[in-house]
């Protein structure tokens, strides 16, 4: 296992990254021009040339204008269901979606109407909303820009790579060690990691949209923050609050069309899910790589997005539904090898992905892995290959983006943990109290949050259980 972290550079991005593909260095600028950094309303009538994979044509559909969608946006009224109308679109999401987002009267739609008015309520960046429209062109018949709804999550995910942090721009944190301190580099500089940004991952009969929920980058209700929704910058989520009849639209940091995942890598015990794109530019045959990792915390969440991803995908050429196109793995052995449990033949009784807290002082709260063997318990930092500026490929890991990479944090032999106990205040708050290694020292206290008052449950019970056994076998 890592003990030592590597020395992060600390600043943004900045300036422009480099990737490899075949040999050839691409400049990250270059690849889709200023698409990623600029707003909707900056980027939507400006054709790019600059790009190595040749110029980001705008649409070949004379009735269709980049714009147009951004009208549409600013002049849209709620037009589902009239009961729905004083429903919150946060706490009933899926609905939301499903009778105004996805619009239904696509099927009707006169020969003459515009494209515009079948396209999902979704505002996207101008090279999402160019590859949706090329894959739509049919000189037969009108083009119908329609998708059918199957299904919005909320998830953390961590981007990995250039491409996918350059548009999802990474929420960065100070790293923290055991007792909440920052972690510094070399240069006295704090070392930042990427927490997962909390997301609306939108799944279509077509595509996956990666959509705003959290105030990154962007104020929450508008150019001034005032709650004015009208006001309402791109990117940005839709502000708490918000009503079905004010019929906002949805602002996604990315579309993925289905056709371009190349493959799922399935977390540790169901812990989190990879996916890894390769986006293509409509006006070429050249793709990059997106990876993003899926911080469910749950194997009911894993699953279920996995099995509505793996619905939806394409055909393989083999005729199959995952194949060649998808395919799917895991990372147990890598996560075991990391863990060292391969070499010590001890056994994972319990994983889960949480964050560990502090009774005193303002440090927020640190992402952790926890793990229970048969004879030990583990509290370890849990970062992913690529989800920080510098992408080079880490110790014990093979480079692959999205792939994981363990220090650990502090660990204790199951003989020196006296109790497990659940917080009254908060179901999600767990505390381990475990015995120091001397006489003279404290006993010390892991504090830690899980994502839901369940697997906190889930976590006091086997670590009661290991005891019991560990206990009984002594």
């Known amino acids: 296992v890592q003990h030592d972290g590597p020395d992060y550079e600390c600043a943004a991005l900045e300036e422009a990254d480099e990737s490899t593909k075949d040999g050839e260095t691409i400049k990250f600028d270059a690849v889709f021009g200023d698409v990623w950094e600029q707003t909707y309303q900056e980027v939507i009538t400006k054709n790019d040339d600059s790009s190595v994979f040749g110029p980001v044509e705008p649409p070949r559909i004379a009735s269709i204008e980049p714009k147009d969608f951004n009208q549409a946006e600013e002049e849209d009224s709620y037009d589902g269901p009239p009961d729905y109308s004083p429903l919150a679109v946060a706490s009933d999401l899926d609905l939301y979606f499903d009778s105004f987002v996805f619009r239904r009267e696509s099927a009707s739609s006169g020969p003459d109407d515009s494209p515009v008015l079948t396209a999902p309520r979704i505002q996207l960046f101008k090279f999402d909303r160019s590859v949706l429209i090329d894959g739509r062109l049919n000189p037969f018949a009108p083009v119908d820009l329609g998708e059918q709804f199957v299904g919005a999550l909320r998830m953390g995910v961590i981007p990995c790579g250039t491409y996918a942090r350059g548009r999802l721009n990474p929420a960065r944190k100070p790293r923290r060690g055991f007792h909440g301190d920052r972690v510094a580099s070399k240069g006295g500089k704090d070392v930042l990691f990427s927490e997962a940004r909390e997301l609306i991952l939108c799944l279509s009969d077509d595509a996956l949209y990666f959509i705003v929920d959290d105030d990154n980058g962007a ?228 504090r830690l949050v899980c994502a839901d008052g369940e697997g906190a449950e889930r976590l006091v019970d086997d670590v009661r259980r290991a005891l019991s056994a560990f206990n009984a076998g002594a």
């Open 219 to 446: 104020t929450p209700n508008g150019a001034g923050g005032d709650g004015d929704a009208s006001m309402r910058e791109f990117p940005s989520r839709i502000p708490p609050g918000s009503l079905f009849g004010d019929a906002l639209w949805p602002h996604a940091l990315t579309r993925h069309p289905l056709d371009c995942l190349r493959g799922m890598t399935i977390g540790f015990q169901f812990q989190r899910l990879v996916l890894r794109f390769a986006v293509k530019n409509p006006s070429s045959d050249s793709s990059v790589d997106c990876t993003y990792v899926l911080v469910t915390s749950d194997r009911r969440r894993t699953v279920s997005l996995l099995r509505m991803v793996q619905s939806r995908l394409p055909p393989s050429p083999a005729g199959e539904t995952i194949g060649e196109l998808a395919p799917i793995d895991n990372d147990d052995r890598l996560f075991l090898d990391l863990l060292g449990a391969s070499r010590t033949s001890e056994d994972v009784l319990h994983y889960q992905i949480l964050h560990q807290v502090w009774k005193r002082g303002e440090r927020g709260a640190a992402r952790r892995a926890f793990v229970l063997s048969d004879s030990k318990v583990y509290l370890l930092d849990e970062s992913y290959v690529g989800s920080e500026e510098e992408d080079g490929p880490p110790q014990h890991t093979g480079g692959r983006p999205g792939d994981v990479s363990l220090s650990v944090i502090d660990s204790a032999s199951l003989s020196k943990v006296t109790e497990v106990r659940a917080a009254d205040e908060d179901p999600r708050r767990i505390t381990l109290v475990i015995l120091p290694s001397s006489r003279v020292m404290r006993s010390h206290r892991w």
